[in-house]
């Protein structure tokens, strides 16, 4: 009931494209979804966060999409860029707890 | 410091041997916490301190796991009698008071038990 549930483990995508990641919570109590960005040999940096009181949020090229009734929330990434190559986490806060549940990642490579 | 550090930023033990790993959080940063990423994988939380004391130390995966924080600065994660099972990236973050969805994180040491 803690868990966020991460797809793809894996994802190639053609530079230009269009990058799209899942996650999937069962806690309804979670009200605030980060995504965080990782490249090699380096800590995971936050990426672009949404609340559940709005469905969508963008931020340049990348936009997360909200979907209460589904508890989903999924990461999209347009025009997708070689530099974008990089472990994408989702995360959800555990109400009362203080800290953060992760998703497993996604590894996203884009091809020149 | 401009960012959250930890050293050292690599380092190689040997079986039983105990090791520590040592994190600087961002200036004024009163939670803290620690993370596993084993190679491939997703973060697994260890322990988290708000100032000096640790509410939530139920990821720590055995007593040869500890830390502690120097009030709201550095904190040490001590792992004694390694194995070879320990190797792995551990992380460390911080966030403001009121803000821990915001974790801000070290660039991780990466620990190889032979």
């Known amino acids: 009931q803690q868990q966020v549930k991460q797809s793809p483990q894996s994802l190639i995508v053609q530079k230009g494209g269009i990058s799209i990641i899942n996650c999937a919570y069962e806690?309804?109590?979670?009200?605030?979804f980060p995504w965080y960005q990782q490249f090699p040999g380096k800590g995971p940096a936050l990426l672009i966060a949404i609340r559940p009181d709005v469905s969508e949020k963008k931020e340049g090229r990348f936009t997360i999409s909200f979907n209460k009734s589904a508890k989903q929330f999924s990461l999209h990434i347009m025009d997708s860029q070689p530099g974008d190559s990089a472990t994408y986490f989702c995360?959800?806060?555990?109400?009362?707890?203080?800290?953060?549940?992760f998703g497993q990642g996604t590894r996203l490579t884009i091809n020149p | 410091g401009a960012g959250v550090s930890q050293s050292p930023s690599n380092k190689v033990t040997e079986k039983g041997k105990d090791v520590e790993l040592r994190c600087d959080p961002i200036?004024?940063?009163?939670?803290l916490y620690w993370y596993r990423q084993r190679l491939g994988q997703g973060l697994e939380f260890l322990i988290y301190?708000?100032?000096?004391?640790?509410?939530?130390k139920s990821g720590l995966p055995s007593d040869r796991f500890s830390a502690e924080r120097t009030g709201e600065s550095v904190s040490t994660l001590t792992i004694q009698r390694t194995q070879q099972e320990d190797s792995a990236v551990y992380l460390c973050?911080?966030?403001?008071?009121?803000?821990?969805?915001?974790?801000?994180f070290g660039p991780g040491t990466r620990l190889t038990v032979l």
């Open positions: 995360a959800a806060p555990i109400q009362g707890a203080q800290k953060l549940v």
């Open positions: 301190f708000q100032g000096n004391s640790a509410p939530d």
């Open positions: 200036s004024g940063h009163t939670a």
């Open positions: 973050a911080s966030s403001p008071r009121h803000f821990y969805n915001e974790q801000f």
């Open positions: 806690n309804t109590a979670f009200d605030y």
